[in-house]
Nanobody, 115 residues
């Protein structure tokens, strides 16, 4: 059974930082491409950051320079370090594991940026 469990969300003031974690089980983590997505109320889910099995990364334009995605294959975990957070970063953040036609999602973690 595949499980992706996100953690690390919460309430933070503008300009603050959070680190999200996504722990995977039931898959050979090291061969999967991993992504972080977010969905704000009334909006479609969008890609935030992506890291391949060979550690190539890609970011949405509005998070470049503020967010960093990384992975620890020994811990089967992918991270999203979020700095200089803005109110428009408020959303539910989801982790996704992808390998060819296989795709698995986590349940999401809420990030709220507000003063």
């Amino acid at each position: 059974q595949v499980q992706l469990v996100e953690s690390g969300g919460g309430l933070v003031q503008p300009g603050g930082s959070l680190r999200l974690s996504c722990a995977a089980s039931g898959i050979i983590f090291s061969v999967y491409n991993m992504g972080w997505y977010r969905q704000a109320p009334g909006k479609q889910r969008e890609l935030v950051a992506f890291i391949t099995s060979v550690h190539t990364t890609n970011y949405a334009d509005d998070v470049k320079g503020r967010f960093t995605i990384s992975r620890d294959n020994a811990k089967n975990t992918v991270y999203l370090q979020m700095n200089s957070l803005k109110p428009e970063d408020t959303a539910i953040y989801y982790c996704k594991a992808n390998l060819g036609s296989r795709a698995y999602w986590g349940q999401g973690t809420q990030v709220t940026v507000s003063s």
